[in-house]
């Protein structure tokens, strides 16, 4: 009844949660902590794998769309990298292993950003879990079945995913993207896709097509077509497999898109041969000084 009563308020808590990843606590008010609230502090660390490691382990992490039940007892120790503050990205947070690999993580739920704020390390008991890839890009959720039949790991029941994993810390200093000039990036990804799958990136002095200081992220006016919930904003001389691709659902989808050389930092999704780079707020693209 205890953890029934903190899940209840713990949207009232929200602010204080995203205050402790800085200060490690809450207003003196109250003694809520985020593990209170969210996730499994049963869970004792043992038979720890890197992404490297489960990725032998399940090659459905490798095929694309495919799936498999993680059956062994093993753990993946990771930091998360991007969450859903902006509303751009949604029911699912990208994270890394000490190794610097990446994965993302799919939950049937808003607000992770409340308790996985960037820098939020923890601990994941990866048994009875699925593995694989959701468009070529590795992850780990729940099954999901299209209507034509195919499965792959995406949005994991919020209530199993509480049992499945632990708080360990924040301390959002360790989390660095990778930068790359556009020409840089656009060699590393040919060269390696699965690298940067699911990595947070920079990419520096840049420029947006049609970024005029009025042309927007991405409303439900600007879709390519009818039925569309996102919209690619592509960077003058870098290809047309790498873009931006924000949600009409975001925050900021109604916000001028900068123009000029801008720095734009971003979770790299990938999707078959494409490179989704996806804001986590408007604050991830800088102009350039």
């Known amino acids: 009844m205890k953890k029934v009563f903190y899940l209840a308020v713990a949207f009232v808590a929200t602010l204080g949660l995203l205050n402790s990843c800085m200060d490690g606590g809450y207003d003196d008010m ?3 902590t985020t593990q209170d609230v969210y996730g499994n502090n049963d869970i004792i660390e043992h038979n720890v794998v890197s992404i490297a490691e489960l990725k032998q382990m399940y090659k459905a992490l490798n095929n694309s769309r495919d799936t498999a039940t993680v059956k062994e007892d093993i753990q993946l120790k990771l930091r998360v990298t991007g969450n859903d503050i902006g509303g751009n990205i949604y029911s699912y947070f990208s994270a890394i292993d000490e190794n610097g690999d990446a ?10 950003y409340a308790y996985l704020p960037v820098g939020q390390e923890i601990l994941i008991n990866l048994q009875d879990l699925c593995v694989g890839s959701n468009g070529t890009q590795p992850c780990i959720g729940g099954v999901y079945k299209t209507s034509s039949g195919n499965v792959y790991p995406k949005n994991l029941n919020n209530f199993i995913w509480q049992k499945h994993f632990k708080l360990l810390g924040c301390d959002a200093s360790k989390v660095q993207p990778k930068e790359f000039t556009g020409a840089e990036f656009v060699s590393a990804w040919k060269a390696d896709k699965n690298a940067l799958a699911g990595q947070l990136i920079t990419l520096k002095g840049v420029t947006i097509q049609g970024a005029d200081g009025k042309a927007r992220w991405g409303t439900k006016a600007d879709v390519a077509s009818e039925g569309d919930f996102t919209v690619k904003r592509y960077f003058s001389g870098v290809g047309s497999d790498i873009y931006i691709n924000t949600s009409t659902s975001a925050k900021f989808a109604a916000e001028p898109m900068p123009e000029g050389p801008v720095d734009v930092t971003a979770v790299v999704v990938r999707y078959n041969n494409y490179a989704q ?3 986590r707020t408007a604050d991830d693209a800088k102009t350039v000084n």
Request: charged share 5%; aromatic share 12%.
């Open 277 to 279: 780079l996806t804001l």
């Open 30 to 32: 109250t003694d809520l």
């Open 103 to 112: 994965i993302l993580v799919y939950i049937y739920a808003g607000g992770l």
